[in-house]
């Protein structure tokens, strides 16, 4: 199999907002064009791949010690700083309760 064929193949289920897991027969993806995240959260992977896709989201890789695992970012950050804020608020727990956090204390402050 090659990347091609198996991310038609899982597309679908990326799409719905699930991860799968990489067949270890593919080539590793610094090796089929993946680039580095310029930063990524950490959810205990060694390394993070990315690949942009032409609407507007990416293709992003957890590279574990014995596995990779692969979800789409809706909103793929290196399209401008301001995808990089929404994809950073809506897609990663951190960005997510940052506007918690702001929304609490913009209530508090302006609500008295
Ligand atoms: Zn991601």
């Known amino acids: ?5 198996w991310l038609a193949a899982v597309e679908p289920t990326l799409r719905a907002g699930h991860e799968a897991i990489v067949p270890k027969d593919l080539p590793h993806p ?10 990524a959260e950490p959810h205990g992977q060694k390394d993070d791949w990315v690949y942009s ?13 014995h596995s990779l695992v692969a979800h789409i970012d809706p909103h793929d950050p290196a399209k401008g700083p301001g995808i990089a804020f929404l994809h950073w ?3 990663s ?6 506007l918690v956090t ?3 204390w913009v209530l508090l402050r302006f609500l008295k």
């Open 30 to 39: 610094s090796e089929v064009g993946f680039s580095r995240p310029f930063i």
């Open 102 to 104: 702001t929304t609490l």
């Open 53 to 65: 896709l032409g609407d507007g989201s990416r293709i992003h890789i957890h590279e574990f010690e």
């Open 93 to 98: 727990a951190s960005g997510r309760m940052f």
């Open 89 to 91: 608020t809506t897609e």
């Open 1 to 5: 199999m090659d990347w091609n064929t």
